[in-house]
């Protein structure tokens, strides 16, 4: 079951497990599925790391200190230079409010990629955004939302930030899937579709829908009162 906690955080993803960076644990203290770590050195988060790593017990980690940012900070500390990434990906609309999706390797995701020296996060998100749904027109709105998540590559960890922005395309343009690169189509989905995907996915993902449907969706209309 999801949870809607109110404090704010820092998530970072390893495989579907997040690792949440909070000011106040007291909203997870009931959770039988969090494991609280409190930090006062970056060993703490190394350990529970490896912890979780090799031992998944807990659906979601918990460190917390008073201070989210240094967390945060510490964390990104433990990946050396060569192993941080930073990436850039589009959350693109429609005219008629749809969503742009591709799927890649079995599972539905957002067109995304790693930036090149040369290129601010931006340029890489619309180079991307275009080589992989064969769009040429995209216009940028507004930086949308950050992710992280962290995974293994030839036995060291690499941790991926990943900056979204919002864009605008018209379904007019034709999608062209970049087959190359895995991936089988693009297609533009409604808002109201959006949760059946969400099955099928990737986890660090679902916040990034979770976010459009907050802002992008209808609200449902008030129930009328039967006494009227």
């Given at each position: 079951?999801?949870?809607?906690?109110?404090?704010?955080?820092?998530?970072?993803?390893?495989?579907?497990?997040?690792?949440?960076?909070?000011?106040?644990?007291?909203?997870?203290?009931?959770?039988?599925?969090?494991?609280?770590?409190?930090?006062?050195?970056?060993?703490a988060i190394?350990?529970?790391?490896?912890?979780?790593?090799?031992?998944?017990?807990?659906?979601?980690?918990?460190?917390?200190?008073?201070?989210?940012?240094?967390?945060?900070?510490?964390?990104?500390?433990?990946?050396?230079?060569?192993?941080?990434?930073?990436?850039?990906?589009?959350?693109?609309?429609?005219?008629?409010?749809?969503?742009?999706?591709?799927?890649?390797?079995?599972?539905?995701?957002?067109?995304?990629?790693?930036?090149?020296?040369?290129?601010?996060?931006?340029?890489?998100?619309?180079?991307?955004?275009?080589?992989?749904?064969?769009?040429?027109?995209?216009?940028?709105?507004a930086p949308?939302?950050?992710?992280y998540h962290?995974?293994?590559?030839?036995?060291?960890?690499?941790?991926?930030?990943?900056?979204?922005?919002?864009?605008?395309?018209?379904?007019?343009?034709?999608?062209?899937?970049?087959?190359?690169?895995?991936?089988?189509?693009?297609?533009?989905?409604?808002?109201?579709?959006?949760?059946?995907?969400?099955?099928?996915?990737?986890?660090?993902?679902?916040?990034?829908?979770?976010?459009?449907?907050?802002?992008?969706?209808?609200?449902?209309?008030?129930?009328?009162?039967?006494?009227?």
């Open positions: 079951m999801q949870q809607n906690y109110q404090s704010p955080t820092f998530r970072v993803y390893f495989k579907d497990i997040p690792l949440i960076f909070t000011e106040d644990p007291a909203p997870y203290a009931g959770d039988p599925d969090a494991l609280l770590v409190p930090v006062h050195a970056p060993q190394l350990e529970a790391m490896e912890y979780v790593e090799n031992m998944p017990m807990h659906t979601r980690i918990v460190f917390h200190n008073g201070d989210a940012r240094s967390l945060m900070e510490q964390f990104k500390g433990l990946f050396p230079e060569g192993n941080y990434l930073l990436a850039g990906g589009g959350v693109v609309f429609d005219e008629n409010n749809r969503l742009l999706m591709i799927y890649r390797n079995r599972r539905w995701d957002l067109p995304k990629g790693k930036k090149e020296p040369h290129e601010t996060v931006e340029q890489a998100a619309m180079r991307e955004t275009r080589e992989e749904t064969g769009l040429k027109t995209l216009h940028v709105r949308f939302m950050v992710t962290y995974y293994y590559r030839e036995g060291k960890r690499m941790l991926k930030e990943t900056h979204w922005f919002e864009m605008e395309a018209t379904s007019r343009e034709p999608l062209v899937p970049a087959h190359h690169e895995g991936i089988e189509k693009v297609q533009w989905m409604p808002l109201d579709g959006l949760p059946e995907v969400f099955s099928n996915t990737y986890a660090n993902l679902l916040q990034v829908f979770e976010r459009v449907l907050q802002q992008r969706a209808p609200q449902p209309d008030e129930v009328a009162d039967p006494s009227e």
